[in-house]
């Protein structure tokens, strides 16, 4: 805006300009939003925000402006203004609690304490509203990322090499639990691949998921998950001898429409008769499709429908979300495959979460959160919703505050 000198938009998040990590480097001093919002860096921040909004908003009532003008600015309010407004709320709901403070220390020092009790009561619930309103601004502060919105290709798979029978039961337990989680969620879950193991178990299955925010709410769900367990039967079982297995998590967005070109040429496509649970045709009918893309070596089956035609269709729906994530990736520059980085080796080592039966306790490894009752946890409710908010809520956390260090860094030179 060339006529109005004094205005230069100050930039908004941009996470496309950073990797968001889980690390075992815990941040210790932004664990939660209530911290990080008390952090000088992100107060100067927001008050730089706030004071450009005022600016922008004064700007908008000249009568100088041409339509282009008017539209910027306009876009940049409206940008603007819910995280100026949010800033103002806990800013007064900051002095509200102050002055509970001053009559908390005022009541305790004349002895009233019923007065006290109930001053106590509002404070802590002042609090609990605080964290909800940091948490509002520093999701309006860190923009959605692209495929937030998207459908997601689930697909879980027994481990290779660890834990035999415990691996695959727990699969389908994980299976069941994200099959659950899509119910609570009322997301539309429909099984595209299901291979069973013979001890009732599961080598491998994927699912195609639709529904609001999917991907948002499933993409730390990627990596390797860990069991620990006392097998049900046999000598083990007897013994009370602990067994460790693993199983693994793939999620990739797929975007309502995905613009793949896919020559026939390049594709070589069998049938076969279904084998897991999709009906009275299972192992009647050569209904089952796989499709092998031969440039790639990109493998994908349908065996859940009926109609050997609706398989097809199904299956170079997903060979299409998988060739275009490999489009997205090469775009992002990535050094490995978002499956790669999700699969890695499938080694212990590289866990993301560890289910210890024994001890009935879920750990989270990137964001040191333990979480009890894993019942709870795989029957894909509450209490796994409350899992999968805590890491959003780290990751964004995590991102203003890296954000918020490369600002500095740039400003002290570094």
Partial sequence: LHNHGSWRPEPLLDTARFTLSFNSRHRKNHQDSQALWKHEAVQKYLE???KEYQQV????????????EQRTLRRRCADLFPIAAAFQEIKEAEREVQ???????????????????????????????????CRKLFQLLVPKEKYDRSPVILEVTAGRTTGGDICQQFTKEMFEMYQNYADYKRWTFDIVNYTPAEIGGLHHAAAHISGENVYRHLKY??????????PETGMSSRMQRIHTGTMSVIVLPQPEEVDVKVDPKDLRIDTFRARGAGGQHVNKTDSAVRIVHLPT???VECQQERSQQTNKEIALRTLRAKLYQQII???????????????????????????????????DHRISYDARNIK????????????INRLLEFAEIEAVTQYLENLQALEGGG
């Fill in 48 to 50: 730089t925000l706030s």
């Fill in 57 to 68: 908003s004064h700007l908008l009532s000249a009568d100088s402006l041409n339509d282009f």
């Fill in 99 to 133: 002055e509970l403070k001053a009559m908390c220390t005022e009541l305790d020092s004349r002895d009233e304490k019923q007065l006290l009790e109930l001053a106590l009561e509002e404070k802590e619930s002042l609090d609990e509203k605080m964290n909800v309103l």
């Fill in 221 to 230: 769900e990627g990596g390797t998950h860990r069991v620990q367990r006392i």
């Fill in 297 to 299: 070596g990109l493998a």
């Fill in 329 to 363: 990736e090469k775009q992002l520059s990535q050094e490995q495959s978002a499956r790669k980085l999700q699969l890695g080796t499938r080694a212990q080592s590289e866990r993301i979460r560890t289910y210890n039966f024994t001890q009935d306790r879920v750990t």
């Fill in 376 to 387: 709870e946890i795989l029957s894909g409710k509450e209490a796994l919703d409350k899992l």
